[in-house]
C-alpha cells in the first residue's frame, strides 16, 4: 500500500474475488490510533449487524430504455408528480413475517402502484444502515444499496420494472448527518475526516450523529458524486433530500452558546449553501429530467429557485405548513370548522413562493400522531368522509402531492417499522372505498391538465368563494393552458348537504361569455360516491348556468353540496 503526493493511497491484493468481505485497518501517523473501517465507496454491504464491504460490481442489463428516453415528459414541474412514499421493511412482509426482497417487490409493489395510478415511488433511504429503528436515516453505506432485501443488482432489477411500467423511482437521500458507529465515517482515520471538528457545527443534537464538513472540497466530493451515481448507476428519477433545514441554520435545535455565527454574524451556514448549489448545477447540468425536491420546513428563501436568480436551485421543496395547517383542521369537530377557516385558505398566501409538494409523509403517523385517518374526527363513517375530503381538497390544491403507505387505505393504527402494513383492512368496505378513491384521484390529477399545468404558477389557481366560514365551503378554480379545461372545485367541509348552493362561475365558458348561459356544470368527481363507501348525494344531470350575479360574477349556478365531501365540475 503507498500513496503519492495527493494523498491517495492506493495497493494491489492478488487474488481478491467478488463476494470477498473486507474492511480498511488504518493506523494514523498523527497519534497512533487505529480504526477498522467499512470502505466508504463499497457497492455491496454484508447484512447487518455484520458490517464489512464486499468486492461487486454493477454488472445489469437494463430494459428501461423507453423510461429514460421518455422521462423528461413524466418529470417536468408541468407535470403530475403523485408520488408514494414506502418505507421497503414494512410495506409488506411474508407469511412468515420476513422481509420482502427487491425481486418480490418488483411484482407486488409494481403492480399494486401501477393498479393505484401513482406517478412516482419514493423510497425511504435504501443505502445502506446499521440500524433498523432509524429507517434508514442513518447511512453507513452511502453507495450500496442495504444487503436487508438482496443485492445491488436486485435493486436495478426493481428500479427497472418500475420504469417499465410508467412509474418513476425517487430515491430518499441523506447528506444532513450520519452516525457514529465503529465501521462508519467518523473518525475515519483517527481524526475528523468527515465530520466537522468543531462540535457546534459537527454534532447534532436531534440525532445524536455527526454532521459532515460542508467546507472541506473532499466532502463535497463525495456527497456530490454520491447523488450522482445513484442518478446514474441505478437510473433514479429524483432525489428527496432529508432535514435541509437542519444543514441550513447553525443553530437548529442549539441553545445560546451552542453555536456560532457566520463571518457576517448570521445564523446561515455558508458553507452548506454553497455545497447545496453546488449539487443541484451538478445534479441537473448532468441529469436535466430528474428533479430535487428539499425536505425544508422554515421560510429560508429560494429554495426551489434556480442558482443563477440566487435560489438554493431545487426543483420542488416540501410545503410542511400546508401540512401542518390542514391537518389541525381536519382534526377539529366541524361545528368549529367555520372559525378556523383561515387555517386552509392561508397556504393560498404563499402558495406559489416555491414550486411546493404537499407531503403527508411517514413523520405524521408515528410518535403517538396517530395515522392520518385517525386524525379524522367524528363516527367512523364521518372519519372517512373527512379522510376522503382531504385527499380530494389534496388533489386540487396548487403543487405535487406525496402519501405515505397505507394511508391510500385509510390504515388506522400508526405505522410500524417492524411489522407490514394492515392489508387485512381491505375487506372491509370503507378501506376498499378509500382506496378506490385515491386510485380515481390519482387518474383525475393525472388526466386533467388544469391540476397540473400550471401548479406552481398563480396563474393556475383562482378563488371562487373563500369567505363562506358560516357552511364552511370553499370554492376555487384550477386552470390549464386551455380555458376550456378548467375545473370548479367546490369543498363542503360539514356533514350539512346543501341542495341548492349557488356558485359563481368565470366570466367565460368554453363558448364565449354570450353563449355561456347556453353552457352546463357537469360533475366529474365527488368524493362522495356509493363505490367510496360514500351517502351517493351527487349531481347526476349537467347543471344549468344561469346568467345571475354570484360571488361577484356575471354567471352563477346552484349544485348539491354532499356531506363532507369534494365535488369537482367541468363547464362544457
Known amino acids: 500500500v503507498r500513496w503519492d503526493s495527493s494523498g491517495i493511497w492506493e495497493g494491489f491484493i492478488p487474488g481478491v474475488e467478488r ?39 454493477l454488472d445489469y442489463k437494463w430494459k428501461d430504455t423507453k423510461w429514460m428516453e421518455t ?21 409488506k412482509r411474508n407469511s412468515e413475517g420476513k422481509f420482502l426482497t427487491y425481486v418480490e417487490l418488483a411484482e407486488d409493489l409494481v403492480n399494486y402502484v401501477k393498479e393505484t395510478g401513482f406517478t412516482h415511488v419514493e423510497f425511504m433511504p435504501i443505502m445502506e444502515y446499521p440500524y433498523d429503528p432509524s429507517w434508514g436515516y442513518q447511512l453507513v453505506g452511502y453507495f450500496a444499496p442495504t444487503s436487508r432485501f438482496g443485492k445491488p443488482q436486485d435493486f436495478m432489477f426493481l428500479v427497472d420494472k418500475l420504469h417499465q411500467a410508467g412509474i418513476g423511482v425517487i430515491l430518499d437521500w441523506v447528506p444532513s448527518h450520519f452516525p457514529s458507529d465503529a465501521h462508519g465515517l467518523g473518525f475515519f482515520d483517527g481524526s475528523n475526516l468527515y465530520e466537522h471538528p468543531d462540535l457546534r457545527k459537527g454534532y447534532h443534537p436531534d440525532w445524536k450523529s455527526l454532521v459532515f464538513n460542508y467546507g472541506r472540497n473532499e466532502v463535497r466530493s463525495f456527497l456530490i458524486s454520491n447523488a450522482i451515481f445513484w442518478l446514474q448507476q441505478y437510473h433514479a428519477d429524483g432525489l428527496r433530500v432529508d432535514a435541509v ?100 385558505t392561508f397556504s393560498m398566501t404563499y402558495a406559489f413562493t416555491e414550486n411546493f409538494m404537499l407531503p403527508l409523509s411517514h413523520d405524521e403517523v408515528v410518535y403517538g400522531k396517530h395515522s392520518i385517518q385517525g386524525r379524522m374526527t367524528g363516527d367512523e363513517w364521518q372519519k372517512f368522509a373527512n379522510l376522503r375530503l382531504l385527499y380530494g381538497y389534496m388533489f386540487t390544491h396548487p403543487g405535487t402531492k406525496l402519501l405515505f403507505m397505507g394511508s391510500e387505505f385509510g390504515q388506522t393504527s400508526e405505522w410500524n417499522f417492524e411489522s407490514s402494513l394492515d392489508w387485512h383492512l381491505l375487506q372491509y368496505g370503507f378501506h376498499d372505498g378509500m382506496k378506490k378513491c385515491i386510485t380515481d384521484l390519482n387518474a383525475l390529477y393525472k388526466n386533467n391538465p388544469a391540476l397540473h399545468e400550471k401548479q406552481f404558477s398563480a396563474e393556475g389557481f383562482e378563488w371562487i368563494n373563500y369567505s363562506d366560514n358560516q357552511n364552511s365551503v370553499l370554492a376555487y378554480i384550477r386552470k390549464g393552458t386551455k380555458e376550456k379545461e378548467n375545473l370548479i372545485i367546490v369543498c363542503n367541509m360539514t356533514p350539512v348537504v346543501h341542495q341548492t348552493y349557488r356558485i359563481g362561475l368565470p366570466a367565460k365558458g368554453t363558448r364565449g361569455k354570450a353563449e355561456l348561459s347556453e353552457a352546463k356544470l357537469t360533475e366529474i368527481f365527488n368524493s362522495d360516491k356509493l363505490e367510496y363507501n360514500g351517502s351517493g348525494i351527487n349531481n347526476p344531470k349537467p347543471i344549468k348556468i344561469e346568467k345571475e350575479l354570484w360571488n361577484g360574477r356575471e354567471f352563477s349556478a346552484e349544485v348539491v353540496l354532499p356531506p363532507l365531501a369534494v365535488c369537482v365540475f367541468k363547464i362544457g
Open 71 to 91: 422521462r423528461k415528459d413524466k418529470n417536468g414541474l408541468d407535470k403530475p408528480h403523485s408520488v408514494y412514499e414506502v418505507h421497503l421493511g414494512s410495506w
Open 245 to 344: 433545514a437542519s444543514m441550513l441554520y447553525l443553530d437548529y435545535s442549539r441553545n445560546d452558546g451552542e453555536w456560532e455565527p457566520n463571518i457576517y454574524g448570521g445564523r446561515e451556514n455558508l458553507d452548506t449553501i454553497s455545497f447545496l448549489k453546488d449539487f443541484n448545477e451538478a445534479v441537473y447540468s448532468n441529469f436535466p429530467d430528474v428533479q430535487t425536491i428539499a425536505e425544508e420546513s422554515t421560510s429560508f428563501p429560494m429554495v426551489s429557485r434556480p442558482t443563477f436568480l440566487g435560489g438554493l436551485g431545487f426543483g420542488m421543496k416540501w410545503m410542511m405548513g400546508w401540512m401542518h395547517d390542514t391537518l389541525q383542521y381536519f382534526q377539529k369537530e366541524s361545528v368549529y370548522r367555520k372559525y378556523h377557516q383561515n387555517d386552509l
Open 19 to 57: 463476494g470477498t468481505s473486507y474492511k480498511y485497518k488504518i493506523q494514523s501517523n498523527n497519534n497512533g490510533i487505529i480504526t477498522e473501517k467499512a470502505d466508504p465507496f463499497a457497492m455491496y454491504c454484508e447484512n447487518p449487524p455484520h458490517t464489512a464491504s464486499i468486492i461487486w460490481d
